[in-house]
């Protein structure tokens, strides 16, 4: 319908101005003159008044629609016909409406999730009633803020709206609908049901979620898209968590049997999937090192508590073992589980690092008892512990028995010095071959 009709009169509402455009309609702000109310009129458009076919189902439909009483759906005042113009009169929303919010770029997930399942409370009613919306698209989702302190939503735009038959089509065969957010049984003219509105819904899901439809490009590009193409991954296109892709995907599942049953179980799926903690972080693989240089200090394990059973000393402490140490020996038992004692749980010998792969692991040799540092051994350097105290030991006994000579040798020439006088006034003189010239006098 190109021809503007503000100003004009159709029937006692007054035109006042366009709010919208579409492919099958235009949308007037007009006032009833009878009542003296705004109202929402929309006027369908002549190339669809035309089909007698569909005329009878508006009017049909229409009748059934006025009567639904939801708080989010726009209530139907009025429909008719007038100067041959298919006309519905409805509540006028001071607001906006969801393509306006979402033009931009996407909406954050929890708004958008918020305001689609208003819809979709909507929309289960309908089903239960028998009616298919049949032309779910942003535009007919109304967002207002002025009648609560949150966002309330309605619902628009019935004037497709049937019960249990196949996608609209006038007798030419056009579609009628809205194919960027059609269901691929609608759009081949096959029989509808609830889950045909469901698949409009996670199509506009995905639009709120990413700033896009699902399916862009020409008409038939986006009519081949529903029917045969498997729906992109929002994640490529922006971050969100991971089971919001597999939600999307299996409402718009290309069989109505493999979609969600109820438009709430969708939404209800949705909100999971974004409300899932994050998975664990993986952990990340610590770089295989050698054994460090130099001897190796091993921590020695906290006393342990003796039950009253054990008798006899308690062994002392391990003494801190340092240096490269020997593998034990024999078979080494399997680790068993881990029991807490009267303390806490017991001290666990951190892993050692490995030199590298198929590398034998550094072994420790169970820790020594406690003894004098004099007395210990080890490899290379014993021998010459032992002998400096063996040689000093030699020495001072030695000294000992010089000493004790010294000393017995002094009091023995001390008492023969008279006689040794005595001795030397009577001897002769000795010639030097040693042998006596004179016989010594010996007095009478």
Same mark, same amino acid.
């Given at each position: 319908?190109?021809?503007?009709?503000?100003?004009?009169?159709?029937?006692?509402?007054?035109?006042?101005?366009?709010?919208?455009?579409?492919?099958?309609?235009?949308?007037?702000?007009?006032?009833?003159?009878?009542?003296?109310?705004?109202?929402?009129?929309?006027?369908?458009?002549?190339?669809?008044?035309?089909?007698?076919?569909?005329?009878?189902?508006?009017?049909?439909?229409?009748?059934?629609?006025?009567?639904?009483?939801h708080a989010n759906i726009v209530p139907l005042y009025d429909f008719g016909e007038v100067d041959g113009m298919l006309y519905i009169a409805m509540r006028l929303v001071d607001g906006s409406d969801l393509a306006s919010l979402i033009k931009d770029g996407p909406i954050s997930p929890p708004r958008a999730l918020e305001l689609l399942s208003q819809v979709a409370e909507a929309l289960d009613m309908l089903h239960e009633r028998g009616l298919v919306h049949l032309d779910l698209k942003p535009a007919n989702v109304l967002v207002t803020s002025r009648e609560s302190s949150n966002e309330h939503v309605y619902l628009a735009d019935f004037g497709l709206t049937r019960r249990g038959a196949t996608g609209h089509r006038t007798s030419s065969g056009d579609f009628l609908g809205s194919p960027t957010y059609a269901a691929p049984e609608h759009l081949r003219g096959e029989p509808v049901d609830g889950r045909t509105d469901l698949y409009a819904l996670c199509c506009m899901l995905f639009a709120?979620?990413?700033?896009?439809?699902?399916?862009?490009?020409?008409?038939?590009?986006?009519?081949?898209?529903?029917?045969?193409?498997?729906?992109?991954?929002?994640?490529?296109?922006?971050?969100?968590?991971?089971?919001?892709?597999?939600?999307?995907?299996?409402?718009?599942?290309?069989k109505a049997d493999q979609r969600y049953d109820t438009c709430k179980e969708l939404m209800a799926a949705a909100k999971a999937a974004l409300n899932a903690p994050p998975d664990a972080p993986t952990k990340k693989t610590m770089p295989t090192l050698g054994p460090p240089s130099g001897p190796q200090q091993v921590q020695p394990a906290p006393p342990q508590a003796r039950s009253p059973q054990q008798s006899g000393p308690v062994p002392p402490p391990a003494a801190p073992v340092t240096g490269p140490q020997?593998?034990?020996?024999?078979?080494?038992?399997? %680790?068993?589980?881990?029991?807490?004692? %009267?303390?806490?749980?017991?001290?666990?010998?951190? %892993?050692?690092?490995?030199?590298?792969?198929?590398?034998?692991?550094?072994?420790?040799?169970?820790?020594?008892?406690?003894?004098?540092?004099?007395?210990?051994?080890?490899?290379?350097?014993?021998?010459?512990?032992?002998?400096?105290?063996?040689?000093?030991?030699?020495?001072?006994?030695?000294?000992?028995?010089?000493?004790?000579?010294?000393?017995?040798?002094?009091s023995g020439g001390s008492g023969g010095s008279g006689g040794a006088t005595t001795s030397a006034a009577n001897s002769s003189s000795v010639e030097p071959s040693g042998l006596p010239t004179e016989v010594p006098t010996v007095g009478r």
């Open positions: 319908m190109s021809e503007d009709l503000t100003g004009r009169r159709l029937g006692h509402y007054k035109i006042d101005g366009v709010l919208g455009r579409g492919g099958m309609s235009v949308m007037y702000r007009a006032t009833d003159t009878r009542l003296g109310r705004k109202v929402a009129l929309k006027i369908m458009g002549e190339h669809i008044t035309g089909d007698a076919e569909f005329r009878e189902r508006f009017v049909d439909e229409a009748r059934n629609t006025s009567a639904i009483d709120c979620l990413t700033g896009r439809p699902p399916f862009q490009g020409q008409v038939q590009e986006v009519i081949q898209g529903h029917l045969g193409t498997a729906p992109p991954s929002a994640l490529s296109l922006v971050a969100l968590p991971v089971g919001l892709d597999e939600v999307l995907r299996k409402g718009m599942s290309k020997p593998a034990p020996s024999g078979p080494q038992p399997a %680790p068993g589980p881990q029991q807490s004692g %009267p303390y806490g749980p017991p001290y666990q010998q951190p %892993p050692r690092p490995m030199s590298g792969p198929g590398a034998d692991p550094v072994r420790l040799r169970p820790p020594m008892p406690v003894q004098s540092a004099s007395f210990a051994t080890d490899k290379g350097g014993g021998s010459a512990k032992w002998l400096v105290p063996l040689l000093i030991a030699l020495a001072a006994i030695v000294l000992v028995i010089v000493f004790i000579a010294l000393a017995s040798s002094s």
